[in-house]
């Protein structure tokens, strides 16, 4: 709020009982042992020039103060202005603080929770892919030990054919040796083949992203 211009302020000039007009029209009876008219007259002229001057500074001087105290007010309405903005200032700033340490938390919480659940995903994969591979495992043991089983048996049919083929040569030097079917290696493979194991085919390994 502004105010007024200060030289629109004026004091008012106090009542005076003597003005310098009263001094200059001023009158005095004569006596026979009295002051000198002339002298009288000059000294008089000169209070009034003085009072005169003075009542001008004196006026000057009120202007002055109303003035300054013009400005005084001015000076007082702005600091209450100043007053009040920086506290509305410092209110804002604590509300914006306040407001972003919240936002702040808020944020660092659903990160905290996207990342509980991340890992909580990737452990659930981790777990579903280690059973996967237990399985894989079981499975080669399985092809393993069917392949070690082929093996042996076709071990057994060549250590019979080998007992064939001896028994046979010995029954030739026997005259008139009764007929019997010959067994060929073939036939020998299948004889000592146990039942076919079905094949075991491998599971694909398909990781999820989480």
């Known amino acids: 709020?502004?105010?007024?211009?200060?030289?629109?302020?004026?004091?008012?000039?106090?009542?005076?009982?003597v003005m310098p007009l009263d001094v200059r029209q001023?009158?005095?009876?004569?006596?026979?042992?009295?002051?000198?008219?002339?002298?009288?007259?000059?000294?008089?002229?000169?209070t009034?020039?003085?009072?005169?001057?003075?009542?001008?500074?004196?006026?000057?001087?009120?202007?002055?103060?109303?003035?300054?105290?013009?400005?005084l007010a001015q000076f007082r309405d702005l600091e209450g202005s100043l007053k009040n903005t920086l506290m509305?200032?410092?209110?804002?700033?604590?509300?914006?603080?306040?407001?972003a340490a919240q936002e702040s938390a808020r944020i660092v919480r659903e990160a905290e929770g996207r990342a509980e659940m991340i890992l909580q995903k990737a452990l659930g994969r981790l777990e579903d892919i280690q059973r996967e591979i237990d399985g894989l495992r079981m499975k080669r043991r399985e092809a393993e030990s069917s392949i070690?089983?082929?093996?042996k048996t076709l071990g057994h049919a060549v250590t019979f054919v080998r007992e064939?083929?001896?028994?046979?040569?010995?029954?030739?030097?026997?005259?008139?040796?009764?007929?019997r079917p010959e067994v060929t290696v073939a036939g020998a493979l299948v004889a000592a083949t146990p039942a076919p194991i079905p094949p075991v085919e491998p599971q694909?390994?398909?990781i999820q992203r989480a």
Do not use: W
């Open 1 to 17: 709020m502004y105010m007024n211009d200060p030289s629109d302020r004026r004091i008012p000039a106090p009542d005076l009982a």
């Open 26 to 46: 001023a009158k005095f009876p004569t006596s026979m042992r009295g002051y000198d008219r002339e002298e009288v007259a000059a000294f008089l002229e000169q």
């Open 48 to 71: 009034a020039e003085a009072f005169e001057i003075a009542l001008r500074d004196n006026d000057r001087l009120r202007q002055d103060i109303a003035r300054l105290e013009g400005a």
């Open 88 to 99: 509305s200032a410092q209110k804002l700033a604590d509300d914006m603080r306040e407001n």
């Open 148 to 151: 070690e089983a082929i093996i």
């Open 164 to 179: 064939q083929d001896q028994r046979d040569r010995v029954e030739k030097v026997v005259p008139h040796r009764l007929a």
């Open 204 to 206: 694909p390994l398909v």
